[in-house]
C-alpha cells in the first residue's frame, strides 16, 4: 500500500525536438498537462509581439484530450459529466511554439509565454537545434526545496552549453518572498535569557 503521496519530479535527461521552420522555439522543461486556454493566451502574445515583417507562427501541439468534470455539489450517479476542456499531456523536451523574430522581440515573448504557461520553458535558436539535443539537468533545489532550473545542453556536434532560466521568471517567487518573511525570527523577547551555558556568557559576554 502507498502511504504517501509521490511528488511527481522531471525527468534527469531528456531530449529536446528539433526547430523545423521557425528562426526561435520554446521547449518544456517539465511534464505537465495543458489547457487550450494557456495555448489561446500564448498564441494571441506572440502574434501581437511579432513585428510584421516576421510573419511565421507555428503551434507544435494540439490539446485534444478531453476531460470531463462534474458540477459543484452533484449527486451520485446520472452517467459521465460532460467535457469541461481539452488538454495535451506534453512531456519534457517537446517544442511548443515556433516563431519568427528578431532577438529582443523573441525575449519579450519569451518572458510573456513562460508567465501564461504553467511549466517552465526554455528558449532556443533555430539554427542551433537542427537535429536533436541532449538535456541534462544539473539545478538541485535550494535550501526552500524549491526547485532550480539548471540545465546542461549538449549538441548533435558535441558542443556543450548551459542554460540558467532567469530567476523572475520562476513560479515560487512569491512563496519564497513568503517563505523568508516567515523565517526572519525576533530574538527581542529573549534577550534577558542565556543561550547554553552561563559560564561561557560570564566570559565572553552576553550576545544581545
Known amino acids: 500500500k ?13 531530449v529536446v525536438e528539433p526547430v523545423l521552420q521557425g ?24 502574434t501581437s509581439n511579432i513585428k510584421r515583417e516576421y510573419q511565421g507562427l507555428w503551434v507544435r501541439f494540439l490539446p485534444d484530450y478531453p476531460m470531463s468534470k462534474l458540477l459543484l455539489n452533484t449527486r451520485k450517479g446520472g452517467g459521465k459529466a460532460k467535457v469541461s476542456e481539452y488538454l495535451d499531456y506534453v512531456m519534457a523536451g517537446r517544442v511548443l511554439f515556433e516563431f519568427d523574430a528578431d532577438p529582443t522581440s523573441a525575449t519579450i515573448i519569451y518572458d510573456g509565454v513562460s508567465k501564461r504557461m ?11 537545434h537542427i537535429n536533436p539535443a541532449k538535456v541534462t539537468d544539473i539545478g538541485n533545489r535550494n535550501r526552500l526545496g524549491h526547485k532550480v532550473f539548471d540545465y546542461e545542453v549538449e549538441y548533435a556536434n558535441g558542443q556543450k552549453t548551459i542554460f540558467k532560466m532567469p530567476k523572475r521568471l520562476y513560479k515560487d517567487i512569491e512563496m519564497t518572498r513568503v517563505t523568508m518573511e516567515n523565517f526572519t525570527l525576533d530574538y527581542s523577547w529573549y534577550k534577558h535569557k542565556s543561550f547554553g551555558n552561563d559560564r561561557l556568557r560570564n566570559k565572553y559576554g552576553n550576545p544581545f
Not at 494557456?38 to 506572440?46: C, L, M, Q, T
Not at 504553467?118 to 542551433?128: N, Q, R, T, V
Open 2 to 14: 502507498q502511504w504517501y503521496q509521490r511528488r511527481v519530479r522531471g525527468p534527469e535527461q531528456f
Open 23 to 46: 528562426k526561435y522555439g520554446l521547449v518544456a522543461l517539465e511534464t505537465h498537462a495543458l489547457s487550450y486556454k494557456s495555448v489561446k493566451a500564448s498564441r494571441e502574445f506572440i
Open 118 to 128: 504553467p511549466i517552465a520553458l526554455m528558449l532556443i535558436k533555430g539554427k542551433d
